[in-house]
């Protein structure tokens, strides 16, 4: 298959911070599940830092570390090994994957731990479950753009209908290609925090008629009447992330959220509370989170399914860095 292979930037301890207190495993730090043992207790150092793990992958599906990345060897092989489930004190669980970079000789050359939600220094925490087969699926629902409960997807029709109503086969508008059909929708259900804490669009922030909740990485289309950012190009696809402002773009940490993903045969540009919005692009990254029958049923569509370059220039975040960034893509953008 023929993918095009986006970099993911993740943010990873190193596994030497997180070490056991008490348990069968005293002293030892966290690594591959072949040596952990279940009811150990561990503990993040209060000097710990999470780094920047830069990962590709390639068409096999295999991750590499890229070029500039601040841990690990460029090139280097990455395995995700793991999914655990660890608890604090107060009942809460947090789950995080455990990721191995291995040398060319298939020795681990270092172990990286990805927590789904943060973790404090000074809090004990028990390992109450782990487990390989969920590993690859929880990394991909990372990098899936999803949109939540409640938000308006514009039909065929014209039609505003909450994303949760929505079923195989409905007809929803597209920017580029008419109205295309819902080939599956996905949804998962997540703690509000860290990675996978949403970002909220006030009302009136992009010309969005409705306030616009979305996952961190979706990327929503712009189309520049004048080219305020110095991009260079009309079309841009922005993350939400990039974004943040503390006022009319802010991080909605807490409780739950529950994840809606909207999969079409392209990749396309879509319309959620008016305003356009990109759709489920399956490329190695997010391919696990498809089920198994899905995706044999997809073979034929999927090697083309994330090669569609025409949708918009992605904008870096250097460009975004600026207090009046959501406000100039406002006043250039058409409604």
Known sequence: MSYLNPVQS????????FCVVNGANLGDEISPMDDLVLDDIYMLDTAASRYR???????GGQFHIAENTELGNPGGLVHMDSALSLMSPDGQTTDALILVEVDDAGHIADVYMLPMA??????????VGMDRDSAARKFAQVACVSFTRGTHITMASGKQVPIEQLTVGDRVLTRDDGVQEIRWIGQTTV????DFAPILIRSGALNNANDLLVS??????VYQRIDK?????????????HLINGDTVTVQDGGFVDYFQLLFDRHHIIYAEGIA???MLIDPRTKPALPPDLLQKLGEILPGHGQRG????DVQKTLLERPDAIDLLRRASTR
């Open 310 to 313: 025409d949708h918009g220039l």
């Open 229 to 241: 950012l110095g991009t260079g190009r009309a079309e841009l696809l922005v993350k939400a992330s």
């Open 53 to 59: 793990l830069a990962l590709h992958a390639d068409g």
């Open 118 to 127: 943060p973790l404090a220094p000074k809090v004990e925490y028990t390992l």
């Open 277 to 279: 919005a990109e759709s």
């Open 10 to 17: 993740i943010p990873v301890y190193r596994a030497d911070v």
């Open 216 to 221: 961190p990485d979706h990327r929503l289309f």
């Open 191 to 194: 703690r509000a925090t860290g």
